[in-house]
Nanobody
Framework: QVQLVESGGGLVQAGGSLRLSCAAS????????MGWYRQAAGKQRELVAT???????NYADSVKGRFTISRDNAKNMLYLQMNSLKPADTAVYYC?????????WGQGTQVTVSS
């Protein structure tokens, strides 16, 4: 059973930084895609960034140049460094893993950016 546990969310002022972490366990396949998604109140869940097991990355236009996704395959960890945060970045951030077995989601961590 794949489990994903996010941490690192919190309250930060606009212009500040946060680093989210996602610990993965129970993964069976070395080839996968991991990513961060977010859902603001009253809105649909949206892609923030993804990274393959080989290190290829993809970002939403709204976070390019401000957020950096990374992973440590040896530790089964996923990270999201968020800089120059804006109030529009306020949302619940979810970790996702996709492999041959299916799609798996964490429980989410709240990020709130005050103006």
């Amino acid at each position: 059973q794949v489990q994903l546990v996010e941490s690192g969310g919190g309250l930060v002022q606009a212009g500040g930084s946060l680093r989210l972490s996602c610990a993965a366990s129970g993964t069976r396949f070395s080839t996968n895609v991991m990513g961060w998604y977010r859902q603001a109140a009253g809105k649909q869940r949206e892609l923030v960034a993804t990274i393959t097991s080989g290190g290829s990355t993809n970002y939403a236009d709204s976070v390019k140049g401000r957020f950096t996704i990374s992973r440590d395959n040896a530790k089964n960890m996923l990270y999201l460094q968020m800089n120059s945060l804006k109030p529009a970045d306020t949302a619940v951030y979810y970790c996702k893993l996709a492999d041959w077995g299916g799609n798996y989601w964490g429980q989410g961590t709240q990020v709130t950016v005050s103006s």
